[in-house]
Each structure stands twice: as structure tokens, then as C-alpha cells.
């Protein structure tokens, strides 16, 4: 099961539909056009295919923190709801921890919705651990 960047056009668009089921408000072309304004600020998409179709897909960032030094910041990661416990998430999830410590990071971090507690278990099994609430103040 490969794993790429989604670089073009083309790729962006074949992940929209999974991440589209962690994303349900964005439609696809705001999808393609967040990706790409993120992208000018280090963002990276990345997938999992099996069978020439999208099965996974993440979301990342680097980032410099005084509180954690250097990590990545996984900003999304979904695996399809259809092939759900057939090992993709995992797999991405593996492939982005490998990413972190190639790249030097000293943490590798996300959020995850308070509601998500399947999403919750399977980071627990991955030995992370809870570290922080997320606070958030919507503006608009």
C-alpha cells in the first residue's frame, strides 16, 4: 500500500472524498483551494492507496514550538469509513511517526474532536498520550 503527497491537482481531488467524511462542511473545491493556501505555509497532504483508490488520507505540518520543540503537527487523518479496521489509518499513522523522526522532530502531535472516541482508542493503542485540552473561540 503506497503512500504519496498529493502534489497536483489531480491527486488533491481523489482525497477529497475521504477526507470529506472528517471535513463534511467543505465541498470540493474549497477543499482543493484550502489545500493549496495552507500548502504555501508547509502544509502537506498525504494518502494511502490500495487498489488504485484513496483509503487514507493526513493532513500535516512542522512546526517550532517553545513548549515542544520541533513536531508534526497532524492537522487531519482519516481513513476511509468503508475499509475501516483494515490497517490504513495505522499504516499512514506508522509512515507519519517514521516522517517525524526523519525529520528530527522531537514530538509528533494532533487534536482530535472530544466526540471521536474510536479515533480516541486507536491513538491510545499507539502510545500516545493526552497531554492538553484545546481550547478554541470561534470569531465568525
Not at 89 to 116: E, T, Y
Request: aromatic share 10%.
Amino acid at each position: 500500500m503506497p503512500i504519496a503527497l498529493a502534489e497536483t491537482e489531480a491527486d488533491i481531488a481523489r482525497c477529497y472524498p475521504v477526507m470529506a467524511e472528517l471535513r463534511p462542511q467543505l465541498g470540493a473545491a474549497e477543499f482543493a483551494t484550502r489545500v493549496h493556501k495552507q500548502q504555501a505555509s508547509g502544509f502537506q497532504l498525504a494518502y494511502l492507496e490500495e487498489s488504485g483508490e484513496v483509503r487514507a488520507v493526513a493532513g500535516f505540518r512542522y512546526l517550532e514550538t517553545l513548549a515542544w520543540g520541533k513536531i508534526l503537527y497532524v492537522d487531519d487523518l482519516v481513513a476511509a469509513q468503508a475499509q475501516r479496521s483494515r490497517g490504513h489509518g495505522g499504516k499512514l499513522f506508522d509512515w507519519l511517526v517514521a516522517l517525524a523522526k526523519q525529520n528530527d522532530c522531537d514530538q509528533f502531535h494532533l487534536d482530535s474532536g472530544v466526540q471521536r472516541f474510536g479515533a480516541h482508542r486507536f491513538y491510545l493503542t499507539r502510545r500516545m498520550d493526552i497531554i492538553a485540552h484545546h481550547f478554541a473561540l470561534k470569531l465568525k
